[in-house]
């Protein structure tokens, strides 16, 4: 895989440059071609990522799903924290979180709460990647090549997902 996003904040799916969608999307049209030939490689073998959110919902079993197909475990957590958490109790929670995983996808967490967990945590924190309404879900309608919209979208995530652990 090509592109490293490790450094991009939370809402810089927004503001990725041409360079940066058109790696993302030969990394997940790698990944594409490689399930269509049935030779999908464990690739996050040994990565451990939270799942920080209330329901499992659709967008908790595209992200579950993304991940483990590439040989990660993914753990469910149903967040304690809220717009109301003082600043101490995110940063402790952050940083346990931190330790805990290799990455963390927040889904249905008010932004400014995600950004700080962020800064805290000390790995990348994903900020509802596995939305339907995320940016990425819009990288998958450009993926085409007769696969399913979900699928793209989960070949997406999954470049997304390798990209950020590289």
């Known amino acids: 895989m090509q592109l490293t996003l490790k450094q991009l904040s939370i809402s810089a799916f927004d503001q990725m440059s041409p360079r940066e969608v058109s790696a993302l999307l030969v990394d997940a049209r790698a990944l594409q071609r490689a399930a269509a030939a049935g030779h999908t490689q464990p690739l996050l073998r040994g990565k451990n990522f939270g799942l920080l959110c209330e329901a499992d919902d ?15 475990r993914v753990a469910h957590i149903r967040p304690s924290l809220s717009e109301l958490s003082t600043p101490q109790e995110v940063r402790r929670t952050a940083r346990m979180l931190g330790r805990l995983y290799d990455a963390v996808e927040c889904q249905g967490m008010v932004r400014a709460l995600v950004q700080q967990v962020s800064n805290d945590a000390g790995v990348p924190i994903y900020d509802g990647i596995a939305s339907k309404n995320h940016p990425t ?24 997902l390798l990209s950020t652990m590289g």
């Not at 659709?58 to 990660?72: H, I, P, Q």
């Open 137 to 160: 879900a819009r990288l998958a309608e450009l993926l085409g090549n007769g696969t399913s919209p979900a699928d793209n979208r989960r070949f997406v995530l999954q470049a997304v």
């Open 58 to 72: 659709v967008d908790a079993a595209l992200f579950r799903s993304a991940a483990m197909e590439m040989g990660a």
